[in-house]
């Protein structure tokens, strides 16, 4: 946002959600659900996370001088303020669709431990027989440290089954 906007969209206004109130509709909620997400399993996840985020920079980063100077072009300090005020409107829910795109997303690849394999194109692959059943998922191998100790506290019960 520019420090003139004179609005805000409402991801981003006061009393959508809080620190103790969940709102599907809250930027605050959208990110945060990624970030625990993250702190789980970032070794899995990071890469796509950071991808997201350095596209978006990156873009910003290209779009912002031109867009300055549309502004400074226009005479009015009035419709410069408005401009302004819509393109961070705009911007901020374009980053909250994404952020949330971003978030069902990783749900359904990554869900319940494991990784849903994807196509060249990025679309998640089927089992070839029914498109809406996945293709058999990738599973990270337990670590020896686990395996040691399932061993450990429960070798007995399993050796009898």
Sequence with gaps: FYCCATGVPYCVREGVGSMLEYSRQSMFWAVNRIAQFAYLR????GAEVRNVIDKYENHQIQYLDSLEQEVLSVKKKQQR????TQYGVNNAMKLFRQWKDLDEYLMVKYIDG???????DGSFQDNGHNKRIPASPIQKPYSEKWIESVVNDHGQVLMER
């Design 81 to 84: 303020v408005a401009h302004l």
């Design 114 to 120: 494991n990784i849903k394999r994807q196509n060249a």
């Design 42 to 45: 970032y070794d899995e996840i």
